[in-house]
């Protein structure tokens, strides 16, 4: 079984920056695609970044400049570095990724707990 564990969020004044991390771990055979959303209060779940094994990336037009998606394949881990945050940013932010677990011959999306990230003065 494959699991994620996010951290990285808090409370940031605007301007600031804050980074979020994701690490998988369980029996993970290989992971595809990896993508950093989020949910603000009464809102629907929106795609922020997403990144695949080559390390190609995309980003949503509200945070391009501004956020960058990584990641370290041997350490099974995305990050998220966020700067010039804004109070818009304000949300919970949900790593998620689609891995092929091991002993399995499809892939499967995987989400986290999320984290959230909270810009205000």
């Known amino acids: 079984q494959v699991q994620l564990v996010e951290s990285g969020g808090g409370l940031v004044q605007p301007g600031g920056s804050l980074r979020l991390s994701c690490a998988a771990s369980?029996?993970?055979?290989?992971?595809?695609?990896m993508r950093w959303y989020r949910q603000a209060p009464g809102k629907q779940r929106e795609l922020v970044a997403n990144i695949l094994r080559d390390g190609s990336t995309s980003y949503a037009d509200s945070v391009k400049g501004r956020f960058t998606i990584s990641r370290d394949n041997a350490k099974n881990t995305v990050y998220l570095q966020m700067n010039s945050l804004k109070p818009e940013d304000t949300a919970v932010y949900y790593c998620n990724v689609v891995v092929r677990p091991a002993q399995r011959l499809t892939y499967v999306e995987v989400w986290g707990q999320g984290t959230l990230v909270t810009v205000s003065s």
């Open positions: 369980g029996s993970i055979w290989s992971i595809n695609a």
